[in-house]
């Protein structure tokens, strides 16, 4: 049985084009975006490895994943060695196959926003990573929901029973509600958050320790933005 994809349908109609593609909306010009992703999201999904590899099953794994020769595939994993120093294989897979799915969307979509300089944007990318499962999911896709929400204690299946949730969970949570107020997420509780652009391109790591760094691992996004765009063009 083949897996079933859902999207949009443009119809001209309803949906008389795609609101990020080729360029972000004119419609939405004027209003604030607040955007980001999780550092592991692949872990979420069904068949996901979880357990470290080998390096042969590493390089087997990436070559699915980004679809490339191997030269690239060498080139991919020595990119994430070099920013991540004594990363494991796994923790490497994990973060380069989310990277090469969720984040590179996630970029797309900040990008041509900003790109618009009609209305902020805010970039952030969650590191904080869960206790459950022996710590094999670490930063999984939709791990920031119960933060954001201030409901941490009702998702213990999600993020532990830790008390390293709670300040976390405050600073998100006030940042997300002053963000729907203002259209910006800054707030007493959190470090200075500064919009995106595609010069600095400002993130905020949410984690026990929150920073802001501009344009965060550079090499790596640089590597996979170009794996992406020599398989669209073959």
């Not at 022996?134 to 920031?144: E, P, Q, S």
């Not at 201030?150 to 390293?164: F, H, S």
């Not at 949410?206 to 063009?233: F, G, M, W, Y």
Request: proline residues 6%; charged residues 25%; aromatic residues 8%.
């Amino acid at each position: 049985m083949q897996d079933l994809n859902f999207s949009p349908v443009l119809d001209g109609k309803t949906l008389p084009a795609n609101p990020f593609d080729p360029v972000a909306s004119p419609l939405s010009a004027s209003v604030p975006l607040l955007v980001g992703s999780t550092e592991t999201e692949v872990t979420f999904n069904r068949n996901t490895p979880l357990d470290d590899m080998d390096d042969r099953t590493l390089r087997e794994r990436v070559k699915q994943t980004v679809q490339a020769d191997d030269a690239v595939v060498d080139r991919l994993i020595a990119t994430y060695r070099r920013g991540r120093a004594n990363i494991s294989n796994i923790d490497l897979y994990l973060i380069l196959a989310s990277d090469s799915s969720f984040r590179q969307g996630v970029m797309t979509l900040a990008e041509r926003k900003a790109d618009q300089k009609q209305a902020p944007v805010y970039m952030y990318y969650l590191t904080w990573r869960s206790p459950v499962r022996d710590g094999k999911l670490k930063a999984f896709h939709t791990l920031d929901i119960p933060f954001v929400f201030e409901n941490v204690d009702l998702a213990t299946a999600m993020t532990g029973a830790g008390q390293d949730r709670y300040p976390l969970q405050d600073r998100m949570s006030a940042a997300w509600a002053a963000f729907a107020r203002t259209g910006n997420p800054n707030h007493k509780g959190l470090i200075e958050w500064p919009a995106f652009d595609t010069s600095q391109r400002a993130t905020i790591f949410l984690d026990n320790d929150c920073k802001v760094v501009n344009d965060p691992h550079r090499e790596e996004r640089l590597a996979i933005s170009a794996t992406r765009r020599a398989r669209q063009s073959a």
